[in-house]
């Protein structure tokens, strides 16, 4: 007897991973892949979904309402990052679709590169680079490129989930750092203290913070969560990192607040409609800009393709989600 052959369900790569994930992804999977990374269109993702059950994505591509109409086969949406604002959770849960996302692997990768902007930042070394190359430097003088100081300084955290928590112990613990954070639920006493966190108030935290962290989860509730008024609590002094999302800060009232040096500097990974950059920040000096990298690195990177595509692994041979964020 020939024995029936078991149909292996259909996934998408919809951009190009890393060899050995796509092996493996091979092993189980009838496996369309985008080789080529393009930038599909949403009308062209959805063309490669169709007979799909599983997509391994990135958070420029959107798992919407419209997408899972056309696509009534999907059965699991695996982000490869760990912001999902690219998913509508409530579609997903209406069509039964799963969505995972990569928590963990990327938090002190991540949190490494909020020090790194924030260090920059205030020690202005972009700017200072800036000025060497320029040709500029020609004496050592006193004030030269002087900064802000970031060692024993106040650091105000706004989002106190994992990647919140690991900046909060580079800075208390690596930099002597004062820690103040706000979040939508306090942490409990213990996570507090091995923090060495203190909860406050949005409003404490934007006037009391000499530098300001921004790593909260971008949801429609928080857009522009950072805007004129806010920037206007803020120190004079102050550095502002964003490492979460465009979208959280009012880019052009940065920009403004920068000009003006309402504020003293900011150091951004992310920005409103990335990868287009609002043209004010690009003005001025004091502003460090990075290209959406703060889990960059190749180690981070793997292993958040390799848990994307552990979750469609586990979930279409056994029904079990790894980390989920609708279930
Ligand atoms: C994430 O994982 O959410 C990072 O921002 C990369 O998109």
């Known amino acids: 007897d020939t024995p029936t052959p078991t149909a292996r369900a259909a996934v998408l790569v919809a951009r190009r991973i890393f060899p050995e994930t796509l092996a493996r992804l091979r092993q189980h999977f009838d496996v369309d892949s985008n080789d080529a ?6 009308e062209e993702l959805i063309r ?5 059950a599983g997509v391994l994505l990135t958070g420029t591509q959107r ?22 604002n690219n998913f509508d959770v409530a579609a997903m849960d209406a069509a039964g679709v799963v969505g995972t996302n990569t928590p963990d ?17 205030a020690r202005r070394v972009t700017e200072a680079e800036r000025y060497l190359r320029a040709g500029q430097w020609t004496r050592w003088t006193v004030d030269l490129m002087a900064g802000a100081e970031v060692h024993g300084t ?15 112990r580079r800075g208390a613990h690596g930099f002597g750092m004062r820690v103040l954070y706000h979040n939508r639920r306090r942490l409990d006493a213990a996570t507090e203290q ?28 928080n857009h522009h969560t950072i805007g004129a008024a806010e920037l206007a609590l803020m120190k004079p002094t102050a550095v502002l990192v964003n490492l979460a999302r465009g979208g959280i800060v009012d880019d052009a009232a940065l920009a403004e607040a920068l000009r003006q040096r309402r504020i003293a500097a900011a150091g951004l990974d992310v920005f409103e409609g ?29 292993a ?7 979750n469609l692994i586990a979930y279409l041979t056994e029904g079990r989600v790894l980390t989920p964020v609708n279930r």
């Open 63 to 84: 798992v919407d309402a419209a997408l899972l109409t056309a696509c009534p086969r999907l059965r699991i949406a695996a982000n490869m990052t760990v912001g999902y």
């Open 105 to 121: 692997v990327l938090t002190e990768t991540t949190a490494d590169f909020g020090m790194a902007l924030l260090l920059a930042a």
């Open 194 to 221: 091995a923090c060495r966190a203190t909860y406050v108030d949005k409003a404490t935290l934007l006037r009391e913070a000499d530098h300001l962290m921004l790593v909260l989860p971008y949801t429609p509730e």
């Open 48 to 52: 490669r979904l169709q007979g799909k």
């Open 274 to 302: 990335e990868p287009h950059v609002h043209p004010g920040l690009l003005q001025v000096p004091n502003v460090v800009l990075t290209p959406h990298i703060a889990s960059a690195t190749l180690r981070t990177r793997r």
């Open 304 to 310: 958040m393709a390799d848990l994307a595509a552990d």
């Open 37 to 42: 990374d393009e930038d599909w269109s949403q």
């Open 154 to 168: 106040t650091l105000g955290i706004l989002g106190m989930g994992r990647i919140g928590q690991a900046i909060a």
